[in-house]
């Protein structure tokens, strides 16, 4: 077997959130306290990967979306989650799209101080500009063409990523929901509501992810997240990445952090579509739910998995954050951490 890797995606590794243990309203400076702890915590458990739990953001995605230019948000319309009656607003795009001014580099500055292993931070994919709005949320006096608009997210992001790189940043990692979506037929449905092609796509999201990551540079590893939606326990999509797999293995990111942690996600076989030498992270280990899963059951299906990709190119963490937005799913910290340390169990096991 292989040691543990020794450089980004780890071969234990986690998507980013961690459960606040702090009110929505709390000021920086304590969530500075908590950071320092929660990175403390990580350290101890044996995570290579540190990151700020996301206790610096309120949303995984909206609090660096609305931040750049030609961004607003507004409710939530289409597909929502369900067993929650509380849903997250989505972004709509009302102006030109730019990277005007830094966003959330003050954060990953204050967590690389930190820690002496790898920061690792996370913010939403170009994609999540259009996946939920569509063509219907974005303004056609701004983009009459959506190959423009398309076009200005690469450049936004290529600009964001810079500004990262600049900082000293060396693992990035784009979370992305619109993949799983459209695996899932109501989510297809929606977009054709929306006026999009849901067909079309996976491959114009890869093509713009391709573009923003193209001037990343040597030493800095960049992934991608995805999965079903993550808001209080719940999920919005169902279905398997078969339908979305060899475009979004297109995407040319470093690694793949794929859900894996129900039925709902479907089986491992769509990981044959993965590039040769690319690191692909299961997702084996819900943070939907406290019952903390078997190590024997997750070793098998690694084993598994490993059936369609080497297993030296595998890594495991859990499916999603544990707290994407800042009210938190519903487990307790002590089951969130109980869940970190079986990742790290699990990995020293396998790769040992």
């Given at each position: 077997?292989?040691?543990?890797?020794?450089?980004?995606?780890?071969?234990?590794?986690?998507?980013?959130?961690?459960?606040?243990?702090?009110?929505?309203?709390?000021?920086?400076?304590?969530?500075?306290?908590?950071?320092?702890?929660?990175?403390?915590r990580q350290e101890a458990i044996g995570l290579q990967g540190i990151t700020d739990g996301e206790f610096s953001r309120d949303w995984w995605h909206l609090d660096f979306l609305a931040r750049l230019e030609g961004?607003?948000?507004?409710?939530?319309?289409?597909?929502?989650?369900?067993?929650?009656?509380?849903?997250?607003?989505?972004?709509?795009?009302?102006?030109?799209?730019?990277?005007?001014?830094?966003?959330?580099?003050?954060?990953?500055?204050?967590?690389?101080?930190?820690?002496?292993?790898?920061?690792?931070?996370?913010?939403?994919?170009p994609s999540m500009l259009h996946m939920r709005p569509g063509r219907a949320g974005i303004s056609r006096e701004a983009y009459p063409d959506l190959e423009e608009f398309f076009a200005d997210a690469a450049t936004?992001?290529?600009?964001?990523?810079?500004?990262?790189?600049?900082?000293?940043?060396?693992?990035?990692?784009?979370?992305?929901?619109?993949?799983?979506?459209?695996?899932?037929?109501?989510?297809?449905?929606?977009?054709?509501?929306?006026?999009?092609?849901?067909?079309?796509?996976?491959?114009?999201?890869?093509?713009?992810?391709?573009?923003?990551?193209?001037?990343?540079?040597?030493?800095?590893?960049?992934?991608?997240?995805?999965?079903?939606?993550?808001?209080?326990?719940?999920?919005?999509?169902?279905?398997?990445?078969?339908?979305?797999?060899?475009?979004?293995?297109?995407?040319?990111?470093?690694?793949?952090?794929?859900?894996?942690?129900?039925?709902?996600?479907?089986?491992?076989?769509?990981?044959?579509?993965?590039?040769?030498?690319?690191?692909?992270?299961?997702?084996?280990?819900?943070?939907?739910?406290?019952?903390?899963?078997?190590?024997?059951?997750?070793?098998?299906?690694?084993?598994?998995?490993?059936?369609?990709?080497?297993?030296?190119?595998?890594?495991?963490?859990?499916?999603?954050?544990?707290?994407?937005?800042?009210?938190?799913?519903?487990?307790?910290?002590?089951?969130?951490?109980?869940?970190?340390?079986?990742?790290?169990?699990?990995?020293?096991?396998?790769?040992?």
């Open positions: 077997m292989k040691p543990a890797r020794l450089q980004p995606p780890f071969r234990a590794d986690q998507v980013g959130s961690l459960l606040r243990p702090f009110p929505k309203e709390t000021p920086t400076e304590e969530r500075r306290k908590a950071i320092r702890e929660v990175v403390a961004v607003s948000l507004k409710a939530l319309s289409g597909p929502a989650f369900g067993g929650t009656g509380e849903q997250p607003p989505i972004p709509a795009i009302t102006g030109k799209l730019r990277y005007g001014k830094s966003i959330m580099v003050e954060d990953f500055v204050f967590l690389k101080s930190l820690t002496s292993r790898v920061a690792k931070f996370c913010i939403p994919s936004a992001y290529r600009d964001a990523i810079a500004a990262f790189a600049a900082a000293g940043c060396t693992y990035l990692q784009l979370d992305d929901t619109s993949f799983a979506y459209l695996c899932d037929a109501k989510m297809r449905e929606a977009c054709r509501r929306n006026g999009d092609d849901p067909e079309k796509l996976p491959a114009i999201y890869a093509r713009t992810i391709k573009k923003a990551i193209s001037e990343k540079p040597a030493g800095m590893t960049i992934t991608m997240h995805t999965c079903r939606g993550n808001f209080m326990s719940a999920w919005v999509a169902e279905g398997g990445y078969e339908s979305v797999a060899e475009a979004m293995f297109s995407s040319g990111v470093d690694g793949y952090f794929m859900e894996f942690d129900t039925a709902r996600a479907g089986g491992f076989e769509p990981l044959r579509h993965a590039p040769e030498g690319k690191k692909v992270v299961l997702g084996l280990i819900s943070t939907k739910t406290a019952a903390l899963e078997q190590k024997a059951e997750i070793i098998r299906r690694i084993e598994d998995a490993a059936k369609f990709v080497p297993l030296e190119d595998l890594c495991i963490s859990p499916q999603c954050g544990f707290s994407s937005t800042h009210h938190g799913n519903k487990l307790s910290r002590d089951d969130q951490w109980r869940k970190l340390e079986l990742v790290v169990e699990v990995a020293a096991d396998v790769w040992r």
